[in-house]
């Protein structure tokens, strides 16, 4: 059975091409807008089990055009806290609000507000299929006009949901990772070029270079901070040097945006977890990392688990104790602070979990440490760090911000 025909299969149980760029008159050398954090709690059950439901997925589905997905058994509702962008599709435009997720590539729409053709939508006849773990759409690839912020580009292949789960109060997802990731997601077979892949085919920004800038959450609603840079990075939203290590070539973390890192906790340099490949997340909420792993941050912490909100809990004694986390990547180590790694309190509510309660943001990837993606560094980690990911140069950059040592929590 063809990748796709499994995916189709799975889409049904559980209730998504090459692009011929045409000219634009638009040439950025960059090309920033803002992003929104999104809240959206109705109908999640555990802040936890959507991203280990994500996690899974993320390592089948990298064995590119082989996957081993099955179904799953209990779908999530939901996506807790998201960072949208406004994207306008067609001629005349629609304005669609999409998640920025580099763990996946296809951008399409129709979750919340269904696709309209337009006069420059094109129906490719394909159809096209893909599954978040936390969610999944299926439906029909077009080519049309695609416009985020100043970066206009024709041709793109976008697919129409006819059928979506998984997702409420966004309309789709714009797909940032690396272009490998959308082979066999379409009936047609063969990858899909990307929003940045014909960004730069066509000229509109010089670089195949993502900068992502996040703040940290300080209330709940939607919120303008955060910003995505197409074609370099934004040297205003970091603090002293921008570091690059190269991408992981342990699979199946070599498929996304991978690293290699180790973590210790404390000024003893207890470690946490040992060198080891994973991922670099923006449609992961929560920090990740390997169960024998977390099983030693748990005793470190005194953490223990909330059955709310699945994260673990801890006294106003416990975080008075609590110490730094250190992310070794590269030749550079950045502090994850107690403040850090706390879930802000202003949104517990939001995740099921009681005010004044105080949860870590640090949980289960799911699995033991050795297969290959041992940690995703969810957005909790990118609101303290600058992240660059080079595709071009096989590359991720981390800088620190004005938040990293903040304590907004």
């Known amino acids: 059975m063809t990748r796709f025909s499994a995916l189709l299969a799975l889409c049904a149980g559980a209730l998504t091409t090459n692009v011929v760029a045409s000219p634009t008159v638009i040439r950025e050398s960059l090309v920033t807008l803002p992003l929104a954090r999104r809240l959206n709690a109705t109908g999640v059950r555990n802040i936890v089990a959507r991203d280990q439901?994500?996690?899974?997925?993320?390592?089948?589905?990298?064995?590119?055009?082989?996957?081993?997905?099955?179904?799953i058994d209990d779908p999530l509702d939901d996506v807790v806290v998201s960072y949208t962008v406004d994207v306008k599709v067609g001629t005349p435009p629609i304005t669609y609000t999409l998640i920025v997720d580099t763990g996946s590539s296809n951008t399409w729409v129709g979750a919340n507000q269904s696709y309209?053709?337009?006069?420059?939508?094109?129906?490719?006849?394909?159809?096209?299929f893909v599954e978040y773990g936390s969610g999944g759409f299926v439906g029909e690839e077009y080519t049309d006009t695609v416009a985020v912020g100043k970066l206009t580009i024709a041709n793109q292949s976008i697919g129409g949901a006819y059928l979506a789960y998984g997702f409420s109060g966004v309309d789709g997802i714009l797909g940032l990772g690396p272009t490998d990731l959308t082979n066999g997601t379409t009936s047609g077979g063969g990858t899909v070029p990307t929003v940045l892949d014909n960004a730069v085919t066509l000229g509109v920004v010089k670089e195949k270079t993502l900068g992502i800038s996040f703040e940290p959450s300080t209330g709940d609603g939607t919120a303008s901070n955060g910003e995505l840079t197409f074609g370099g990075t934004d040297s205003t939203k970091f603090t002293g040097k921008l570091d690059y290590v190269p991408f992981t070539s342990t699979s199946p973390a070599s498929e996304y945006v991978g690293i290699d890192q180790s973590i210790t906790y404390g000024s003893g340099g207890q470690t946490i977890l040992?060198?080891?490949a994973g991922i670099v997340d923006t449609g992961t909420t929560l920090i990740m990392i390997a169960s024998d792993a977390f099983s030693t941050y748990t005793k470190a912490t005194g953490g223990t688990a909330d059955k709310a909100t699945g994260l673990l809990k801890i006294t106003q004694e416990q975080y008075n104790n609590l110490?730094?986390?250190?992310?070794?990547?590269?030749?550079?180590?950045?502090?994850?602070?107690?403040?850090?790694?706390?879930?802000?309190?202003?949104?517990?509510?939001?995740?099921?979990?009681?005010?004044?309660?105080?949860?870590?943001v640090v949980a289960d990837v799911g699995s033991n440490s050795g297969?290959?993606?041992?940690?995703?560094n969810g957005f909790t980690f990118l609101q303290r760090f600058y992240h660059a990911v080079d595709y071009a140069g096989g590359r991720a950059g981390f800088a620190t911000t004005s938040f990293t040592h903040a304590s907004t929590n």
């Open 274 to 276: 040992a060198s080891t």
């Open 116 to 128: 309209v053709a337009t006069n420059s939508s094109v129906d490719t006849g394909d159809s096209v």
């Open 323 to 360: 110490q730094s986390l250190f992310f070794h990547i590269g030749k550079n180590t950045f502090e994850l602070t107690p403040n850090a790694q706390i879930w802000p309190r202003a949104l517990n509510t939001a995740i099921g979990g009681q005010d004044g309660n105080i949860y870590l």
């Open 53 to 71: 439901a994500r996690a899974k997925v993320l390592k089948t589905r990298g064995n590119v055009g082989n996957s081993k997905t099955g179904p």
């Open 371 to 376: 297969s290959g993606l041992d940690f995703i």
